[in-house]
């Protein structure tokens, strides 16, 4: 098929703007600590060699994205003992976290920008023997130019906003062109698969595969951080707000104000999802009347609210409580993960602005693992009703655990899925 107008267009832009973008790029980086050599990598220059034999490249966009997929490396890396596996993503964070959980014969680098040069010395330096792109991270030089080094590609976890889609309504040959280059295309629910035929995906090719994030695996924790944080809690109870967004501690605080009325000596554990945030979210903390003590201080918790503006200590603080309210929901922001909060047994509520997960939770609310809450009042209640009542709490934990690990059987049958389809089963790629 010949590139549409749109598609050299970019290619033309791209080398334009690539001086600038290189530099804003690489300056980003350095300032979040991340060293020349690698801060580099966005230019495609590898800061590390190309392993011999097979090699599987999944590109993400950030740390949700990449966190996703390291359960699926693990199953593939056991299904195909001789393989190596590279991630790329574009942030500092993620390139931190997922190196605390590379799984074997993995390594990370960061994504090179989608201009002719850069792309040109990543794949020259890798050539990779397949190719997996997550969500919607979808550069155009960067498909067709794997594309077109006959590298088997799939678009895995497909999610596109309501906005995306409409806008590739509008160019149905540049989709047609851009979403050809897919083998398979797995998306997350029903509703996706029939968005991507809808916009020109193949549709012999797309098919509903799995939300990848419930594969993910319990978050990481700090034994001496979790140690330390129990001696100081004692027997006092606790409840967690994570990944909270402006707008939305208020009426947190007002719900822990509440619940101090009945339990006088609980703790709340507020963990903002941009931990940046955290002198804001300590001048309301304040405001609302309340002691703190704050992690970015070295602090452990001991007053009546414990801001944990942190990054990478979530599955530290989840080992605390029973119960979690998860943020991005109280308002239209699509609400986050509940799967991390179910893996690390924790009962889940949540906010009803969940579109990301709407059929998620649909499934958890079903299965007794996840309540969904309508603001301060209807949130304290269910706090209230969790903490005080042991055999309910019990139930609700246990439900969480049997749901997140009901997700995980799953995935054996994807990792062989991806394998066939990628022509994974074959020779070794050259070195």
Not at 205 to 218: D, F, H, Q, T
Request: charged share 20%.
């Amino acid at each position: 098929m010949a590139a549409p107008f749109l598609y050299h267009a970019w290619v033309a832009a791209s080398a334009a703007i690539l001086p600038f973008a290189a530099r804003q790029s690489v300056a980003k980086l350095r300032r979040a600590g991340v060293e020349v050599q690698r801060a580099h990598e966005k230019l495609g220059h590898a800061s590390s060699p190309r392993p011999d034999g097979k090699l599987i490249w999944f590109h993400a966009a950030s740390v949700g994205e990449s966190l996703s997929v390291l359960a699926l490396i693990d199953r593939m890396g056991r299904a195909l003992p001789d393989a190596h596996f590279l991630i790329t993503s574009g942030t500092a964070t993620s390139a931190r976290l997922v190196g605390q959980r590379l799984p074997p014969r993995t390594r990370h680098q960061f994504a090179p920008l989608d201009a002719p040069g850069p792309l040109k010395r990543f794949l020259n330096h890798w050539r990779p023997d397949a190719a997996l792109f997550v969500e919607s991270e979808l550069w155009p030089q960067m498909l067709r130019r794997t594309h077109a080094r006959g590298v088997p590609m799939a678009l895995i976890n497909a999610r596109l906003s309501q906005r995306s889609i409409t806008r590739w309504q509008k160019q149905p040959v540049l989709a047609r062109y851009l979403f050809g280059v897919f083998d398979l295309i797995l998306t997350q629910n029903d509703a996706m698969a029939k968005a991507m035929v809808e916009i020109n995906a193949p549709a012999e090719r797309v098919a509903r595969g799995i939300n990848l994030k419930s594969m993910a695996g319990p978050l990481p924790q700090d034994e001496d951080a979790l140690f330390d944080a129990r001696a100081a809690l004692g027997h006092r109870p606790v409840w967690i707000a994570s990944s909270t967004h402006a707008g939305e501690e208020k009426p947190v605080l007002d719900a822990h104000r509440q619940l101090r009325e009945t339990f006088p000596d609980l703790c709340l554990i507020l963990a903002p999802r941009h931990p940046e945030r955290g002198d804001e979210v300590a001048e309301l903390i304040g405001q609302a009347g309340f002691n703190l003590t704050r992690r970015t201080r070295g602090d452990m918790p001991g007053e009546e609210v414990f801001l944990a503006d942190t990054m990478g200590e979530l599955g530290t603080w989840y080992a605390l409580s029973d119960v979690v309210f998860l943020g991005g929901s109280l308002h239209p922001i699509g609400g986050h993960n509940p799967y991390e909060v179910a893996q690390a047994g924790a009962f889940v509520l949540s906010g009803t602005h969940i579109a990301n997960f709407a059929e998620t939770y649909a499934e958890m609310e079903a299965a007794g693992a996840a309540r969904l809450v309508a603001g301060t009042q209807d949130l304290a209640e269910r706090v209230a009703e969790l903490l005080s009542n042991d055999i309910a709490r019990v139930k609700g934990v246990a439900a969480a655990k049997t749901y997140a690990e009901a997700q995980t059987d799953k995935l054996d049958g994807i990792a062989e899925r991806l394998i066939t389809a990628l022509r994974l089963d074959g020779a070794p790629g050259d070195a």
